[in-house]
Every structure is written in C-alpha cells, then in structure tokens.
C-alpha cells in the first residue's frame, strides 16, 4: 500500500514512512492511493467477531504487510485490552431507530483514546525495529494531550511532551495527563495561551535543528493512522446493526473532521452508509461549507463542546481531494486561496459531498438543552459534544427508516461543567478514575518562549 498526497507534489510513501512522517512536504495530507474493498461476504463475516478481530481485518490492507500479522494483531490486542468495556466501544439504543456509539469507554474518557491507544504502539514497533527513538511534541487544549500520553506512556522508543496552556485547562483534564508520571512522559504548562503553544509546536516542526537529528513524530489527527484506526469502529457498528444487509447513517461530532472521514473511508470500502450528518458546535465551518458553499474563517468561540472549537478543519482537505477527483493541483489552490480570503467549492464537487454528507450546527443554550431533554426521553446523560450530535441527528436525518448512530464522543464526567450548567448536580467518573483528584501531579512550566521549551525538550528526553 502506497500513500500520496493531497497536494499532488510530494513523494510517494510506504505505511511505515507515512506513520512516523505526519504532514506531507508539500503542505498536504497523505491519503491511500488505492482503497481495498470488502465483499458482502466479508462483512457478513465480520458479524459477532471481537472488536480486536474486526479491527484486524479492516486495518491489514492498510498495513500492507510492513508488520507480520501475527505482531500485528497482538499490538491491536493489546491496544484495545485498555478499554473498560468488553465491546470496546459499545452501541446503546436510545429510540426505536436512534443509537449512541459510545466512544468513551478508553483510558481519557473520549474517543481520541481508540487510535492513540494503537497508534503509539504500532510507532514504538517501527522504532524499535529501526534502532530509533523519537520525539513526539503537541499542543493541547484538553483531550488530544492526555490520550497522546496514555497511548505512548509504555513505548520505550518514545518520549512525549505535550504543552498546554498553565491554568486555562480544565482540572481533569490537566489531571489526567500530569498524574501519569511514566519517564518518558512530559507535561508543560506554558505561561500563555493555547495558541503560544501550538505556535512553538509548529515552529519546532518546521526547524528540527535543536533535537540534533533525532525525528519529530506527530500524532494529531494529519497522522494517517489515526484515521485508520478510526474506521473500525464504523464498521463494526454498522456489521452490528445488520450491514450489509442493511443500510445506516452516523451522527458524528466534528471539529478537524478525522472522526467522520473515517466513516466516509469506511464507506467508500463498501459499508453502506445511507448518510453522514456532521455536527458542528458554534464553530461552523464545515456547516457553513456544507449548507451554504461558505468555505471561510470565522473568529473562535470558546464553546461548552470545548474539543470541537477550531477555526480550520485540517482534515476535511482529505475529502476535498476526492471531490475534486483527485485533483491535487485544483485542492491547492482551493486551499491558497481560503487561506488569504473567504473561499467557495465549486459546484460539481460540492454536489457530490452534498449526496452523502448533511450538517447542523448547535449553539450553547441548544447543548443545554439537549442535555436535559434527552436525559428526559432516554435516561441518559449526554457530554455537550454528544450533545449537539443528539440534535444533529434528529434534525438533519435523512429518513425516519433509516437507523442513525450518533457517536458519543466523551464521557459526560469529563466535562461535567456543562452538565451542571444543565441542571445536573454532577457526574460521577467511573470507578478507574475515582481517584483522579487525589492523584500525584508532574509538569513543569515554562515562559512562552520557543527558546526555552526547545532547550527543555533536548534536555529531558531519554537517550
Ligand atoms: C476531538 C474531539 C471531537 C472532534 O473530532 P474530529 O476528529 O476533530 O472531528 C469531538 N468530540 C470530542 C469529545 C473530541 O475530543
């Protein structure tokens, strides 16, 4: 399997190249250059198998054999052994045709947790057959870091540091990545903004200089692999509910839109999927695109879905490469252009997303209220992010026929801010992660200053 980029100008790579590369050299995304596709047959025989066992199956050609399948499949084994559900990530009916997806059920509590869970491993393995170490660095406002951390804390080729912003991330969140006090494994709290610190990731990025060779590894969603891992549980929801038999649509709560681009990938391989509905927060601009071909920047808002305000979204430029048929030529300039001022599609492309794709967009006082009103009709508590695929999915379906899977994205203990502004007196953190308040705490902070974080990064990374 060969990976090329949407921007058509950058070399061809192998899986294990595009994994431990990220952003291609031409500014663009690396994407399969052929799809394999499953039979029927083969996906009616995915029905009643582990999640381990579809995630195999479904990720192999993917691989295209740079790992042995016996080592392969212990790596998704054991990255899905961390999850406190036996289903990994179980489906829960909420009506007579409206299911959740819950994705909260690994190790931080969101669904970031179901590809950082592998994709540390199956790093930690081509580093280690490769002799290599490297160093991974993000930027974080809340879920990102701590699943990076989670999913890389036992890879001994690997050292992490994530930066956030001192004092402006929620406790828990801050918790769940400065209680882990694994060696390789830094946390920094930056004197400034989100933005101060992903500024001085990117910068770190374009200049690999201060690490003195050792590589650069990224593990936001541009990596490949991640979107790889997400496309399981597409399938084993979908195999679940009677494909390929029968037809069903997701509900998916987006931001840099890797989470729904793994379904369409899904898709596109041969789960039939009636319709993809992209919830947006007030952060509207895959709804705006969508809805109204309005492709243009808008100022952020900090919202009470926190991990869907982006003002970009990096990973919709993947589906912009097949609508424009490939054309990484045209995609460049689309996206030249939507840089500097406010952009449109043009109508072929547009249309073609538009047979599969619907949106909606949710603002606050809505999140709220979904909160209590499908807590009233359901029983259950939704986190805001849930929240506005809960609307989402009741407001743009396409057909009442059709079953709809909206995906729980995090677990309402993680933002139970939100939750109690609903009226809530609180949410309990499950049993794994009652202790999380009383937990020993390690970071280290340092000025914004991309001087200083450098010099702390060569200083404190292993070997
Ligand atoms: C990251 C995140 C999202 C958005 O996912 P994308 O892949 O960026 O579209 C939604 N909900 C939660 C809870 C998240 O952490």
């Known amino acids: 399997m060969r990976y090329i980029s949407t921007r058509g100008q950058a070399p061809a790579l192998s899986f294990e190249e595009v994994v431990l590369t990220g952003m291609a050299s031409d500014g663009g995304l690396y994407v399969p250059e052929t799809l394999p596709s499953f039979t029927r047959e083969a996906l009616a025989d995915m029905a009643g198998l582990s999640y381990a066992d579809i995630a195999f199956r479904v990720m192999r050609p993917f691989v295209g054999g740079e790992i042995d399948d016996t080592t392969f499949y212990e790596l998704v084994v054991d990255a899905y052994s961390t999850f406190s559900h036996d289903a990994v990530v179980p489906l829960k009916q909420l009506d007579a045709n409206h299911f959740l997806l819950e994705q909260f059920h690994g190790p931080t509590l969101a669904f970031k947790d179901v590809a950082l869970q592998l994709l540390g491993r199956i790093l930690d393995h081509f580093l280690k057959k490769r002799g290599e170490r490297a160093v991974i660095m993000g930027a974080t406002s809340g879920d990102t870091g701590s699943a990076a951390i989670e999913g890389c804390r036992h890879c001994d080729n690997l050292d992490i540091f994530i930066l956030h912003p001192h004092e402006r991330v929620s406790e828990v969140q801050r918790r769940q990545m400065t209680s882990v006090l694994a060696d390789n494994v830094f946390n920094v709290a930056i004197e400034g903004n989100f933005d101060d610190a992903q500024a001085m990731v990117k910068a770190s990025f374009a200049d690999q200089a201060f690490l003195n060779g050792t590589r650069l590894v990224a593990v936001n969603s541009i990596n490949w692999a991640r979107i790889m891992a997400q496309m399981v549980y597409y ?171 909206t995906l729980a994205t995090a677990h309402p203990a993680k933002f139970a801010d939100a939750v109690i502004q609903a009226g809530f007196d609180g949410v309990a953190l499950p049993p794994h992660m009652s202790d999380l308040l009383e937990r020993e705490e390690r970071y280290s902070v340092l000025p914004a200053e991309l001087d200083a974080v450098q010099r702390f990064v060569a200083e404190q990374r292993r070997g």
């Open 235 to 405: 399938v084993a929801a979908g195999v679940a509910l009677g494909a390929p038999h029968r037809e069903v649509s997701f509900c998916v709560p987006s931001a840099n839109f890797g989470n729904v681009f793994a379904g369409y990938m899904a898709n596109k391989m041969g789960l039939p999927v009636k319709q993809f509905i992209v919830a947006t927060n007030a952060n509207d601009i895959l709804h705006r695109t969508l809805a109204d071909n309005d492709f243009s920047k808008k100022e952020l808002a900090a919202t009470l879905a926190p991990s869907m305000d982006i003002v970009v979204s990096s990973n919709f430029e993947r589906l912009l490469f097949d609508a424009y048929g490939r054309d990484g030529k045209a995609v460049a300039e689309l996206l030249e252009r939507f840089r500097h001022e406010p952009a449109a599609l043009a109508e072929v492309p547009l249309n073609k997303l538009r047979e599969k794709f619907s949106s909606y967009s949710v603002d606050d006082a809505t999140i709220l209220d979904v909160i209590r009103e499908a807590h009233r009709r359901t029983g259950e508590v939704l986190d805001p992010h849930t929240a506005t695929g809960y609307r989402a999915a009741e407001r743009a379906r396409a057909d009442a026929a059709t079953p709809v899977i």
